[in-house]
């Protein structure tokens, strides 16, 4: 009797228990795997394709403006000539659309690093999938204390930490999942790559998906362990979701930012994301930039899960 009440099992095996527990959760409706890829989708598809900015910036978007004709008196001319030289108009718009014909992808290119904004959008949508799966990790803990398992499963000689990683690594498994589909329905609508992908920078998008998902799961989790009503972890994902997504560069470039955005954007871990994931897949690769991103995304994932564990330590009870 006294074997079976000494019987700890390893961290490895608590925690893939309870991560297979907490996936088959998931995979067992269906439904709600479409719609957490449809809705990024949504957003790719419709907001992406509609706000086409290269015909923001070219000739033809003054199509509508009639462009008069240009006198210009005989004496102004060099040599000097008798009469008027009379320029038409639609000469005039003809030569502007074809100097400035690519004028839209020169700016787009400039500022955004790619000449479509589809390509830029959709690869931040990456970004907008981790940060609505890591922040929704911490309502799975409150349904398990309404329901009585957390109470259970703590009675157990589990580790705590088994518990607590076990939601991040969830949380974390779905966000992959989730944008490599992502990626994937993006090629086929018209994503760009750059000369420099392959496969193998699909592992490099999976580690910096991995660790602001670690960081950021942990802190959510850590905020509802104590909670058993949904509205707490529901006002904090509110309060927090759209100033990360807002205040990076999901959607726009950080140097186009007001000062003081920009001053909240850098230490973004979004931005960093963002900026990582585009740096594997539609620009070319910049090794010194991508080290920077990956060396802030490890630090942030290291203390934020630190923070977590050790709140998730001090207030997982019974």
Same mark, same amino acid.
């Given at each position: ?187 086929? /609508?018209? =994503?760009?790559? *750059? ?7 699909? @592992? $490099? %998008?999976? &580690?910096? +998906? ?72 539609? /620009?070319? =690769?910049?090794? *010194? ?7 802030? @995304? $490890? %630090?942030? &994932?290291? +203390? ?15």
């Amino acid at each position: 009797m006294s074997g079976i009440n000494d019987y700890n099992p390893s961290l490895l095996r608590g925690l893939w228990a309870l991560t297979v527990r907490e996936l088959k959760k998931w995979l067992k409706d269906p439904l709600m795997v479409f719609m957490l890829v449809l809705q990024p989708l949504i957003w790719m598809g419709l907001l992406g394709k509609s706000m086409n900015i290269n015909a923001m910036f070219s000739v033809s978007s003054l199509s509508g403006v009639a462009i008069p004709d240009i006198y210009i008196p005989g004496s102004l001319l060099r040599p000097p000539v008798s009469g008027t030289l009379v320029i038409p108009g639609s000469l005039i718009a003809q030569q502007l659309q074809q100097t400035f014909s690519d004028v839209g992808a020169r700016i787009m290119q400039v500022n955004f690093g790619v000449t479509d904004y589809f390509s830029y959008m959709a690869v931040g949508i990456v970004s907008m999938i981790v940060i609505m799966t890591t922040v929704f990790s911490g309502m799975s803990i409150v349904w398990d204390r309404r329901l009585g398992f957390l109470n259970k499963v703590v009675s157990t000689p589990v580790s705590r930490a088994a518990i607590i990683f076990s939601k991040v690594l969830n949380a974390t498994l779905r966000a992959i999942f989730q944008a490599t589909v992502i990626l994937a329905l993006a090629y086929l /609508l018209g =994503l760009q790559l *750059s000369p420099t992908f392959t496969l193998l920078n699909l @592992l $490099g %998008i999976y &580690a910096a +998906i991995f660790l602001v998902g670690v960081g950021l799961s942990s802190v959510f989790i850590a905020f509802s362990l104590r909670s058993t009503r949904m509205e707490r972890p529901m006002q904090i994902i509110n309060l927090i979701m759209m100033p990360l997504m807002f205040a990076s560069n999901i959607f726009f470039p950080i140097s186009l930012m007001p000062d003081w955005m920009q001053a909240v954007a850098k230490v973004n871990p979004l931005s960093y994301l963002t900026d990582a994931v585009r740096q594997l897949t539609i /620009l070319p =690769l910049d090794g *010194s930039v991508l080290l920077l991103d990956f060396t802030y @995304l $490890g %630090i942030f &994932a290291t +203390i934020l899960s630190a923070i977590g564990i050790v709140l998730s330590w001090k207030y997982l009870t019974k």
